[in-house]
Protein backbone atom coordinates (compact mmCIF):
# COMPACT_ATOMS: atom_id res chain seq x y z
CA UNK A 1 0.00 0.00 0.00
CA UNK A 2 0.90 3.74 -0.27
CA UNK A 3 3.41 4.86 2.59
CA UNK A 4 1.43 8.05 3.14
CA UNK A 5 -2.27 7.90 2.88
CA UNK A 6 -5.11 10.47 2.98
CA UNK A 7 -8.59 11.27 1.85
CA UNK A 8 -8.58 12.93 -1.84
CA UNK A 9 -11.23 15.20 -1.15
CA UNK A 10 -12.73 17.88 1.63
CA UNK A 11 -15.83 20.09 1.29
CA UNK A 12 -16.07 22.74 3.46
CA UNK A 13 -18.08 25.79 4.17
CA UNK A 14 -16.73 29.26 4.22
CA UNK A 15 -16.04 30.02 7.63
CA UNK A 16 -16.11 26.57 9.24
CA UNK A 17 -12.92 25.00 10.60
CA UNK A 18 -11.25 21.94 7.80
CA UNK A 19 -9.76 19.03 9.12
CA UNK A 20 -7.37 17.41 6.74
CA UNK A 21 -6.24 13.60 7.84
CA UNK A 22 -3.50 11.73 7.04
CA UNK A 23 -1.49 8.50 7.97
CA UNK A 24 2.15 7.46 7.45
CA UNK A 25 4.24 4.32 8.25
CA UNK A 26 7.58 5.49 8.43
CA UNK A 27 8.01 5.78 12.42
CA UNK A 28 11.71 7.29 11.96
CA UNK A 29 10.65 10.45 9.90
CA UNK A 30 12.26 13.43 11.78
CA UNK A 31 9.83 15.73 10.95
CA UNK A 32 5.88 15.73 9.09
CA UNK A 33 5.20 18.12 6.90
CA UNK A 34 2.19 20.08 4.78
CA UNK A 35 2.81 21.38 1.40
CA UNK A 36 -0.12 23.86 -0.06
CA UNK A 37 -0.03 23.61 -3.92
CA UNK A 38 -2.66 26.31 -5.60
CA UNK A 39 -4.20 25.48 -8.96
CA UNK A 40 -0.96 25.92 -11.48
CA UNK A 41 1.48 26.80 -8.85
CA UNK A 42 4.56 25.14 -7.41
CA UNK A 43 4.43 23.25 -3.62
CA UNK A 44 4.56 25.50 -0.80
CA UNK A 45 5.60 24.30 2.53
CA UNK A 46 2.84 24.98 4.74
CA UNK A 47 3.93 24.27 7.82
CA UNK A 48 5.88 21.32 9.47
CA UNK A 49 5.94 19.50 12.98
CA UNK A 50 9.00 17.72 14.63
CA UNK A 51 8.28 14.10 15.44
CA UNK A 52 8.58 14.63 19.03
CA UNK A 53 5.76 16.84 19.60
CA UNK A 54 2.40 16.23 19.43
CA UNK A 55 0.95 19.59 18.49
CA UNK A 56 1.64 23.16 16.92
CA UNK A 57 0.23 25.87 16.31
CA UNK A 58 0.64 28.90 14.01
CA UNK A 59 -2.02 31.59 13.05
CA UNK A 60 -5.20 29.56 11.50
CA UNK A 61 -3.69 26.41 11.28
CA UNK A 62 -3.14 23.62 14.10
CA UNK A 63 -1.01 20.18 13.33
CA UNK A 64 -2.04 17.50 15.53
CA UNK A 65 0.82 14.29 15.07
CA UNK A 66 -0.45 11.05 16.64
CA UNK A 67 3.10 8.88 17.26
CA UNK A 68 1.50 5.97 18.48
CA UNK A 69 -1.48 5.55 15.18
CA UNK A 70 0.97 7.35 12.53
CA UNK A 71 -2.05 9.69 12.23
CA UNK A 72 -1.04 14.04 11.61
CA UNK A 73 -3.34 15.93 11.11
CA UNK A 74 -3.86 20.12 9.45
CA UNK A 75 -7.01 21.96 11.13
CA UNK A 76 -7.76 25.43 9.50
CA UNK A 77 -9.82 27.71 11.47
CA UNK A 78 -11.79 30.21 9.63
CA UNK A 79 -11.34 28.53 5.96
CA UNK A 80 -11.91 31.26 3.73
CA UNK A 81 -11.49 30.82 -0.20
CA UNK A 82 -8.08 31.65 -0.55
CA UNK A 83 -7.50 28.53 1.04
CA UNK A 84 -8.69 26.54 -1.28
CA UNK A 85 -5.76 24.29 -2.95
CA UNK A 86 -4.46 20.55 -3.03
CA UNK A 87 -2.57 19.69 0.66
CA UNK A 88 0.24 17.01 0.79
CA UNK A 89 1.06 15.28 3.88
CA UNK A 90 4.91 14.25 3.62
CA UNK A 91 6.98 12.28 5.59
CA UNK A 92 11.12 11.77 5.50
CA UNK A 93 12.21 8.97 4.44
CA UNK A 94 14.67 7.61 6.63
CA UNK A 95 14.75 10.13 8.97
CA UNK A 96 16.31 12.93 6.32
CA UNK A 97 19.46 12.62 3.91
CA UNK A 98 19.10 12.19 0.40
CA UNK A 99 15.99 10.66 0.04
CA UNK A 100 13.36 13.04 0.29
CA UNK A 101 10.01 13.24 1.23
CA UNK A 102 7.12 10.74 0.45
CA UNK A 103 4.05 12.58 -0.33
CA UNK A 104 0.55 11.47 0.17
CA UNK A 105 -2.01 11.63 -2.80
CA UNK A 106 -3.35 15.06 -1.96
CA UNK A 107 -6.63 16.20 -0.37
CA UNK A 108 -8.33 18.46 -2.74
CA UNK A 109 -9.90 21.39 -0.44
CA UNK A 110 -13.01 22.87 -1.97
CA UNK A 111 -14.79 26.08 -0.12
CA UNK A 112 -18.69 26.39 -0.50
CA UNK A 113 -19.64 30.13 -0.09
CA UNK B 1 14.75 36.75 -5.52
CA UNK B 2 12.87 33.15 -6.92
CA UNK B 3 15.28 30.60 -4.15
CA UNK B 4 14.06 27.32 -6.40
CA UNK B 5 13.98 28.44 -10.03
CA UNK B 6 13.53 25.92 -12.96
CA UNK B 7 12.95 26.60 -16.80
CA UNK B 8 11.05 26.42 -18.87
CA UNK B 9 7.42 26.46 -17.59
CA UNK B 10 5.79 25.27 -20.48
CA UNK B 11 7.64 22.62 -22.74
CA UNK B 12 6.06 21.15 -25.34
CA UNK B 13 7.44 18.76 -28.45
CA UNK B 14 7.37 15.73 -30.33
CA UNK B 15 7.61 12.09 -29.47
CA UNK B 16 11.55 11.23 -29.62
CA UNK B 17 12.82 14.64 -29.25
CA UNK B 18 15.19 15.10 -26.01
CA UNK B 19 14.86 18.17 -23.89
CA UNK B 20 16.58 19.60 -20.68
CA UNK B 21 14.90 21.38 -17.98
CA UNK B 22 17.18 23.40 -15.64
CA UNK B 23 16.83 23.74 -11.87
CA UNK B 24 18.84 26.50 -9.82
CA UNK B 25 18.64 27.19 -6.12
CA UNK B 26 20.18 30.04 -4.35
CA UNK B 27 19.31 28.48 -1.01
CA UNK B 28 22.72 27.28 -0.18
CA UNK B 29 21.50 23.87 0.27
CA UNK B 30 23.47 20.70 -0.15
CA UNK B 31 20.89 18.42 -1.82
CA UNK B 32 18.70 18.57 -4.71
CA UNK B 33 15.49 16.97 -6.25
CA UNK B 34 13.80 15.89 -9.36
CA UNK B 35 9.66 14.74 -8.69
CA UNK B 36 6.91 14.24 -11.36
CA UNK B 37 4.01 14.94 -10.81
CA UNK B 38 0.85 13.21 -12.96
CA UNK B 39 -2.37 14.20 -14.04
CA UNK B 40 -4.17 13.26 -10.98
CA UNK B 41 -1.47 15.33 -8.88
CA UNK B 42 0.42 12.16 -7.31
CA UNK B 43 3.77 13.39 -6.56
CA UNK B 44 6.55 10.90 -7.28
CA UNK B 45 10.54 10.96 -6.57
CA UNK B 46 12.64 10.86 -9.32
CA UNK B 47 15.90 11.62 -8.34
CA UNK B 48 17.85 13.35 -5.21
CA UNK B 49 21.50 14.31 -5.18
CA UNK B 50 23.84 15.90 -2.95
CA UNK B 51 27.75 16.37 -3.28
CA UNK B 52 28.10 12.50 -2.00
CA UNK B 53 25.67 10.60 -3.85
CA UNK B 54 22.57 10.04 -6.17
CA UNK B 55 19.58 8.00 -5.37
CA UNK B 56 17.61 7.23 -8.43
CA UNK B 57 13.85 5.93 -8.39
CA UNK B 58 14.24 2.83 -9.98
CA UNK B 59 11.07 3.11 -11.27
CA UNK B 60 12.37 5.76 -13.63
CA UNK B 61 13.05 4.76 -17.04
CA UNK B 62 17.03 5.60 -17.95
CA UNK B 63 15.83 7.70 -20.42
CA UNK B 64 15.72 10.28 -17.89
CA UNK B 65 19.43 11.48 -16.61
CA UNK B 66 20.12 13.93 -13.84
CA UNK B 67 22.63 16.35 -14.91
CA UNK B 68 24.60 18.41 -11.43
CA UNK B 69 27.33 21.06 -12.29
CA UNK B 70 27.49 22.40 -9.39
CA UNK B 71 25.71 22.16 -5.84
CA UNK B 72 23.24 25.06 -6.89
CA UNK B 73 21.83 23.58 -10.46
CA UNK B 74 20.49 19.76 -11.15
CA UNK B 75 19.65 19.71 -14.33
CA UNK B 76 16.93 16.83 -15.94
CA UNK B 77 17.76 15.36 -19.59
CA UNK B 78 14.97 13.44 -21.21
CA UNK B 79 16.24 11.26 -23.76
CA UNK B 80 13.53 9.87 -26.91
CA UNK B 81 10.31 11.43 -25.14
CA UNK B 82 7.60 9.50 -24.98
CA UNK B 83 3.68 10.41 -24.69
CA UNK B 84 3.49 8.82 -20.99
CA UNK B 85 6.37 11.54 -20.42
CA UNK B 86 3.71 14.04 -20.16
CA UNK B 87 3.88 15.23 -16.53
CA UNK B 88 4.55 18.39 -14.76
CA UNK B 89 8.11 17.94 -13.12
CA UNK B 90 9.50 20.00 -9.81
CA UNK B 91 12.72 20.50 -9.01
CA UNK B 92 13.54 21.01 -5.25
CA UNK B 93 16.38 21.57 -2.65
CA UNK B 94 16.76 20.80 0.83
CA UNK B 95 19.53 21.09 3.35
CA UNK B 96 20.25 17.40 5.08
CA UNK B 97 16.99 16.18 3.97
CA UNK B 98 14.22 18.27 5.53
CA UNK B 99 12.54 20.65 4.75
CA UNK B 100 12.07 20.64 0.80
CA UNK B 101 11.61 23.71 -0.93
CA UNK B 102 9.92 23.62 -4.58
CA UNK B 103 10.39 25.47 -8.09
CA UNK B 104 7.27 26.53 -9.79
CA UNK B 105 7.50 23.34 -11.90
CA UNK B 106 7.87 22.64 -16.21
CA UNK B 107 4.79 21.41 -17.57
CA UNK B 108 6.08 19.23 -20.35
CA UNK B 109 3.67 18.38 -22.78
CA UNK B 110 4.35 15.55 -25.71
CA UNK B 111 2.50 15.26 -28.58
Known amino acids: GEDVEQSLFLSVREGDSSVINCTYT??????LYWYKQEPGAGLQLLTY?????DMKQDQRLTVLLNKKDKHLSLRIADTQTGDSAIYFC?????????????FGKGTHLIIQP | DTAVSQTPKYLVTQMGNDKSIKCEQN?????MYWYKQDSKKFLKIMFS???????INETVPNRFSPKSPDKAHLNLHINSLELGDSAVYFC??????????FGSGTQLSVL
Open chain 2, 49 to 55: YNNKELI
Open chain 1, 49 to 53: IFSNM
Open chain 2, 27 to 31: LGHDT
Open chain 2, 92 to 101: ASSHGGEKLF
Open chain 1, 26 to 31: DSSSTY
Open chain 1, 90 to 102: AESMGGGGADGLT
